[in-house]
Structures are given as structure tokens and as C-alpha cells.
């Protein structure tokens, strides 16, 4: 008799645990099949708080110049700029900007990262500081095939302030996720206009 | 009594071996402390210029395959300007080396030619300062050169010291692989106007 | 009461980057700091908005969105020559503003070559936030992470001061004027 009530009790421990881990697992499941929240729209003037920087979009251009605020381009390529004012929260200066806009497919064709300029002296990659605000601008380069938008969709991605990290113990940003998608309409330069009309 | 004898056997017996372990512990850790530290301690030693060879004035030293001759070490007073700070000389020091091993890419990897006083300061060439165009040049263009067995090469490098330190530094060689034995020349810098 | 010890213990614990961080070599305007292979006595900070400076012929001028702050030190190197090439603007409340990358080329700026017994001037420049001006320190070492390295902590205390109680802040800082190289 207590040897059978013994092994109810073991039976019933192992139960118990696998019980847990599949519940666990079901609710996960269920939870990521959800579909997403839905993401914040901001147009230009917004202010976005996206972790390191806040981000207010200004305009955004098209332009055929050879050099676009230094900004070299070869051939037939066309850049395609978002001026922005950055304005860096972290305590400390940074050039941690390069996966902040993440644009959104433009004329069918996939574009590479920006490259970022300040705007007050056509420098590439400024370096900026803790509670300054400057007009940046992110220039991607389209290539000659791809069609030119009159407007363009941008995610912005913001990282999480972690005071001690799993490696290291020291602070850091990590955990990029999109905070919020920016819609504008795209100007074109003049040329460019009086050539598509 | 006759249940306690061994126990009291057994219990000398183990107190003995803790004692031993005790002292073995004295042994071994320095032991094991080399072990883990000899990488590192090797480093370190064959990382700095310790150990000067003295080169009399005139003489010949050999170092890294090649034959290393002092040929000029002179000093100017230079006037303060844009680049240069107050009250600094200038010396230029100037090697002729016969190359013996042609392997100078490997041999004079880390080439450091600087200038040493008599409490240890080392002076690191400067590129403040112009020269007048000549054969000679810095140590590692001259490596880059891909030198043969048997060809003079002329080093030649330019350093900012201190007046009143001028007259006591003497000119060092050191190569990276032949570190931390370095050659010292006992050959003074003149002084020209 | 070992579970409590065992847990003061690892909330006092410094962490690797504090264990391994730079070793401070204190001093102030006036006094120099001695680190293991430079020293440096700051002589005076000087505030801008705008800064000018001659390149290739014409002149350069740099606003900020902040204000330009320049710092005038002399350094020299103790036993070996040495590059100072990093240095950092740390605020009141620990804000940290590395050198400005805008004015390139221009004279007395870092790097800093510095020859044991020569001692010389040169010059930092930030763009700081106007509220950081005063109770801040400047942090000077060899290269940007001086880890188990000494590190000058200069107390930039006793700026000199106008009537509102911050120090003057010039129209136009030229950078060629006299004061740099002695």
C-alpha cells in the first residue's frame, strides 16, 4: 500500500513538470502567432523618442548632383535624402546612427544603408554630442533603375539603455525594434522635376 | 587498546601526509604559477630594449643579420616656432648598415631607432622636423626596400631633445625580434651651427 | 546571516569594467596632473560661438548647435615620447563630449606629439552643451581606452567669470592666434 501511494507521488512530480513545460510552450505559441501591434505613424515635424536619439524628420529629396552634401555618387546613380534633426540623449558622444532609418523598399528595388552627413558643413559621419541637436542628413544611393518616389516609407529603430550587460557587466544599447514608421513626400530637385514633367 | 592501535596508527598517518601536503603546496605553487605565467613572462621580456651592447665610437655592431655603423650624430639648437616647442635641439643621427642576411623583411620587423640618456629617457623619432633630401632614409622604408646580402644601406632619422640634455644622449638600435638586446653607440653628438 | 554577507559581498562587487578601468592622476587649473608617461597643467578655457580657422588659403568658419570650449594646457612627456590623442569634456553630471572632429587641420590640435623634457603647448577643443560649462573635468590620456592606465583628471574649477556668473563666451575664437605654440 504505501509503495503504491509512493509511486502516484512520483508519477504524480514527473507530471507535474512536463504539464508545466508544454503549457508553457502552448502559450508561447499562441502569443507569437498574434498578429503585431499596430506601428505609430509619424510624419515630418514628429518628434520620435527612438532610445538613443530624438529624431524630428524635416524633408526629404531627390537629387542627381554628383555630390550630394558630400556624399559621392558614381553614374546614374540618384540619392535619395532625409534630412532629420538628431539630437543625442546618451551621455556620451556617438556615431551610433547608421541603423536608425531602416527605409522601406524604394521603386521595387532594395537599397543599402545610408550614409549620414551633416547637413551644416556637407561632412560625412559626424560625430554628435550628448544633448546637442544638429541637422543630420541620411542619403541612400538609388541605383539608375530604380523608379523615383514622390514619397517613401522609413521604420525607425530604436535600442534599449542596458546598465549592465550579460557579457561584459558594462552599459550599452542593444536590442534593436521599430518604434515607429515615418511617411513622407519626396521633392525633387529641379532639374529632376522639369525632366519627369 | 587492542581497538585503539590502529586507529591511533591511522590517525598518525594521515596527520603525517597533511603535513607533507602542507609543504608540497610550497612547491607548487610557484610551480604552477610559471606554468601559467611563461607565456605572458616571455612576452614581456623580449617586449622592451633591457639589455644594451656597447658600441665604441667608430665601431661596428652586428644585429638582426646586419652590420650596424654610426656614421653621423649631430645636433643644432632649433628657434622656437610653429612646431617646434622652446628651448629644443635637434639631432639627426645617421647609420651606414651592411646587410649580411637578406631576410630584412623579417629580421628588422619592429626597427626602433631612438635616442637614450644616461636615466633611462628614450627620444622617438620626430616628423616635425625637415631634412635635406638624401640616399638615407627612415629604418623601415630602408627594410621595405628589400636590401640584398652584401648592400650598404643608410639609415637615417631626425629627433627633438632638450638643450641641456643634448650632449649626454647617446644613439640605440633595437629590432623586434632581437629584443630585449639592443645596441648602444658610445659615439657623442657633435654639435654644428 | 552567511546568505546576508553573501549578498552584500556581490552587491559590492566592483564590476570588470571598473576593476580594469583608467587610474585617475588628479589636478586643476594651476596644478599639473601627473600621469605614468605625460604630464599636463591646463593654463586656461576659453568659450566660443563660432571658431576660424585658415585652410588652404581661405578661412574656415565652425558654429555649433552648443558652444565651442577651448582648453589650453602645457604638456610634457616623463620618460618616453608620446602621442596624446584622446581627451574628453566630462560635465557636472557625467556627460562625456570626446573632441570635436570638426576643426581638421588646423594648428595645436590633437594629436599631441610630446618629447620627455620639452614641454609644450597645446590645445582640445569641444562643442559643449552651454549648462556644462562650469564643475567640469578634463580627462587626457595616450589612446581612447586607458585601461589599467593612468588617466589626467584636470578639475577645470576657478573659470574666470563675467557678471551673470558664467565665464565670457567670445563671438569668434581664432585658432591661429598666438598663445598656441610658445
Known amino acids: ?197 | 587498546m587492542n581497538a585503539r592501535d590502529p586507529a591511533a596508527a591511522r590517525d598518525a598517518t594521515e596527520r603525517r601526509w597533511r603535513r607533507h601536503s602542507l609543504w608540497l603546496l610550497v612547491l607548487l605553487l610557484p610551480l604552477a604559477m610559471v606554468v601559467v605565467m611563461h607565456d605572458s613572462a616571455r612576452t614581456w621580456w623580449s617586449g622592451r630594449a633591457l639589455i644594451a651592447r656597447e658600441v665604441p665610437t667608430g665601431g661596428e655592431a652586428d644585429l638582426g643579420g646586419a652590420s650596424w655603423r654610426l656614421r653621423a650624430l649631430r645636433m643644432a639648437p632649433l628657434p622656437a616656432g610653429k612646431r617646434i616647442p622652446e628651448n629644443a635641439m635637434g639631432v639627426v643621427a645617421e647609420f651606414a648598415v651592411q646587410v649580411q642576411d637578406a631576410d630584412v623583411r623579417k629580421n628588422w620587423a619592429g626597427c626602433e631607432i631612438a635616442l637614450e640618456d644616461g636615466q633611462g629617457r628614450r627620444w622617438m623619432p620626430t616628423r616635425v622636423l625637415p631634412l635635406p633630401r638624401s640616399e638615407a632614409r627612415e629604418c623601415v622604408l630602408a627594410a621595405g626596400s628589400g636590401p640584398k646580402a652584401g648592400d650598404t644601406v643608410r639609415i637615417r632619422h631626425a629627433f627633438l631633445v632638450p638643450r641641456d640634455a643634448a650632449a649626454a644622449l647617446r644613439a640605440t638600435v633595437a629590432l623586434g625580434p632581437q629584443r630585449p638586446r639592443y645596441l648602444r653607440f658610445a659615439q657623442p653628438p657633435t654639435l654644428v651651427q | 546571516m552567511a546568505a546576508a554577507v553573501l549578498f552584500a559581498m556581490q552587491r559590492s562587487t566592483p564590476r570588470y569594467q571598473d576593476l580594469t578601468g583608467p587610474i585617475p592622476a588628479y589636478g586643476n587649473i594651476g596644478k599639473a596632473a601627473s600621469t605614468r608617461l605625460f604630464d599636463i597643467e591646463v593654463e586656461r578655457v576659453e568659450f566660443a560661438r563660432q571658431l576660424v580657422g585658415k585652410r588652404f588659403g581661405g578661412e574656415t568658419r565652425h558654429e555649433s548647435a552648443g558652444v565651442w570650449a577651448i582648453v589650453t594646457a602645457r604638456m610634457v612627456a616623463r620618460s618616453r615620447s608620446v602621442n596624446v590623442t584622446h581627451a574628453v569634456w566630462e560635465g557636472p553630471t557625467g556627460l562625456r563630449y570626446e573632441l570635436s572632429d570638426r576643426p581638421e587641420f588646423l594648428p595645436d590640435l590633437p594629436p599631441h606629439t610630446l618629447e620627455p623634457g620639452l614641454p609644450q603647448r597645446g590645445r582640445f577643443v569641444f562643442e559643449i552643451r552651454p549648462d556644462q560649462i562650469l564643475g567640469a573635468t578634463l580627462l587626457v590620456s595616450e589612446g581612447p581606452f586607458p585601461r589599467l592606465d593612468s588617466e589626467a583628471h584636470v578639475a577645470l574649477n576657478a573659470l574666470p567669470t563675467a557678471a551673470d556668473g558664467l565665464p565670457p563666451i567670445a563671438e569668434a575664437f581664432d585658432l591661429q592666434q598666438a598663445g598656441g605654440r610658445p
Open chain 1, 1 to 197: 500500500m504505501r509503495v503504491a501511494f509512493g509511486k502516484l507521488r512520483a508519477r504524480l512530480a514527473a507530471g507535474i513538470g512536463s504539464t508545466i513545460a508544454v503549457c508553457a510552450a502552448t502559450v508561447y505559441g499562441i502569443l507569437g502567432a498574434a498578429p503585431l501591434p499596430a506601428v505609430t505613424g509619424y510624419t515630418a515635424g514628429s518628434r520620435i523618442e527612438a532610445g538613443q536619439w530624438l529624431v524630428i524628420p524635416r524633408r526629404a529629396w531627390v537629387s542627381e548632383e554628383k555630390k550630394v552634401l558630400g556624399v559621392r555618387l558614381q553614374e546614374g546613380e540618384r540619392a535619395l535624402v532625409v534630412e532629420a534633426d538628431l539630437s543625442n540623449r546618451t551621455q556620451a558622444s556617438t556615431r551610433d546612427y547608421a541603423k536608425l532609418l531602416k527605409l522601406q523598399s524604394v521603386g521595387g528595388v532594395s537599397v543599402p544603408d545610408p550614409e549620414v552627413a551633416l547637413v551644416r558643413e556637407a561632412r560625412p559621419l559626424p560625430l554628435l554630442h550628448p544633448g546637442l541637436a544638429e541637422r543630420v542628413a541620411f542619403v541612400w544611393k538609388l541605383p539608375a533603375s530604380a523608379v523615383l518616389p514622390t514619397s517613401l516609407e522609413a521604420d525607425v529603430v530604436a535600442k534599449t539603455y542596458k546598465p549592465v550587460d550579460n557579457l561584459y557587466g558594462t552599459p550599452g544599447w542593444f536590442n534593436p525594434r521599430v518604434v515607429g514608421r515615418i511617411t513622407m513626400a519626396v521633392e525633387m530637385t529641379e532639374n529632376l522635376a522639369g525632366r519627369a514633367s
